[in-house]
């Protein structure tokens, strides 16, 4: 599935290039957590030892991954999707079943989890919350404020492909479809 058919707008291409870039480091968090996992199987299973930091590590790593790939995903429409009638429709019906979706369901969402995951960080900002395994990893609340800022990035890709399907659906039928996709 293309989101081809969108005509881009400043503010998506800003949007866009600045999710992209971080999309793009990601690389480096999943290598670092392969790296992380092979060092903690390798001391595990041939030196019997356990490291209980660096199974939080993990644990840490593929959050961020996760939640900070999310906005990405979106943006970049690598996102799971029902194509099976929507491959089917027209461009325009398309654009109004994304902006209905994203409005009634993917924007309050986020709304949602923002509101919440506020509480939630700042009460483990409040305490100095650490993790409670001895020799756990420390600053349990910098994992947990990956939670609102990955949900940030997300309302920020939302932003973009709304001004997107605005453009495509209030300003550019006059210009017909030449430019979509520039």
Do not use: C
């Not at 600045?18 to 595990?44: E, T, Y």
């Not at 609102?148 to 479809?177: E, M």
């Amino acid at each position: 599935m293309s989101d081809s058919y969108l005509p881009h707008t400043p503010l998506s291409r800003w949007i866009d290039n600045f999710i992209s870039l971080i999309g793009k480091r990601l690389v480096f968090i999943w290598l670092m957590l392969l790296a992380v996992i092979v060092v903690n199987v390798i001391s595990r299973y041939v030196f019997s030892q356990g490291h209980i930091e660096l199974e939080e590590l993990q644990w840490h790593l593929y959050s961020i991954g996760f939640i900070f790939g999310i906005s990405y995903a979106y943006q970049s429409d690598a996102h799971i999707r029902v194509d099976m009638l929507y491959e089917n429709f027209s461009d325009p019906i398309k654009a109004w079943i994304e902006l209905y979706g994203t409005l009634l369901f993917l924007v309050p969402f986020i709304i949602l989890i923002l509101v919440f995951s506020i509480q939630f960080v700042s009460s483990s900002w409040a305490v100095g919350e650490v993790s409670s395994a001895p020799g756990g990893l420390p600053f349990r609340y910098l994992i947990k404020a990956a939670l609102p800022t990955g949900f940030l990035l997300l309302l920020l890709a939302v932003v973009s492909r709304l001004s997107r399907i605005f453009q495509f659906l209030f300003f550019s039928s006059a210009k017909g479809s030449s430019d979509a996709g520039k």
